[in-house]
T-cell receptor
């Protein structure tokens, strides 16, 4: 069964610190890996998308990495801000846009404290 | 990227009743999906809403329980029928959005449903 597992389940850090969230997956083969941010009471918002051949993708203070050999991805957040408090969801997909099968992780709940 | 308006944002309903959730997109989209997000769980695809034809349901979801309409390329509804407390969840509309260069799929804000 294709699975996407994220760790840690929750994380609390001080404002201004960096953190790294992990995503391990068994979806194979896969086409794309996405990271989404979901604020409480809101829908997920996409941060990055990587194909299986990409190693890293940045979006401002967010940097995603991918190791397709070990089936691992990470999301690194630099100089965290209070607005970074949210759930971060890793999504692995198989297929081409328009005909993709998406498998969602359960997310990491990140809390930034002042 | 596309902008999605989903209504209602939340509701508390009596068991045995039905709730219809609306999803309005500001542009025409081919792909529209409905998801369920139960507390502490990952997003689960309920069905793909097909314009002009019956929705395509995922394993474990049936039309009688979750009827879906898609009258045009900008609008869809999901009905949660004969509700029980187990249906308490967040329901999300999503569209395939080529304008969304960071992911390709845009989500609505969700409908938080509580069944009592």
């Amino acid at each position: 069964k294709n699975q996407v597992e994220q760790s840690p389940q929750s994380l609390i850090i001080l404002e201004g610190k960096n953190c790294t969230l992990q995503c391990n997956y068994t979806v194979s083969p896969f086409s794309n890996l996405r990271w989404y941010k979901q604020d409480t009471g809101r829908g997920p918002v996409s941060l990055t998308i990587m194909t299986f051949s990409e190693n890293t993708k940045s979006n401002g203070r967010y940097t995603a990495t991918l190791d397709a050999d070990t089936k691992q991805s990470s999301l690194h957040i630099t100089a965290s801000q209070l607005s970074d408090s949210a759930s971060y969801i890793c999504v692995v997909s198989l297929g081409t846009f328009g005909n993709e099968k998406l498998t969602f992780g359960t997310g990491t709940r990140l809390t930034i404290i002042p | 990227s596309a902008v999605i308006s989903q209504k209602p944002s939340r509701d508390i309903c009596q068991r045995g009743t039905s709730l219809t959730i609306q999803c309005q997109v500001d542009s025409q989209v081919t792909m529209m999906f409905w998801y369920r997000q139960q507390p502490g769980q990952s997003l689960t695809l309920i069905a793909t809403a097909n314009q002009g034809s019956e929705a395509t349901y995922e394993s474990g979801f049936v039309i009688d329980k979750f009827p879906i309409s898609r009258p045009n390329l900008t609008f869809s509804t999901l009905t949660v029928s004969n509700m029980s407390p187990e249906d308490s969840s967040i329901y999300l509309c999503s569209v395939g959005d080529r304008g969304n260069l960071k992911g390709g799929y845009t989500f609505g804000s969700g409908t938080r449903l509580t069944v009592v």
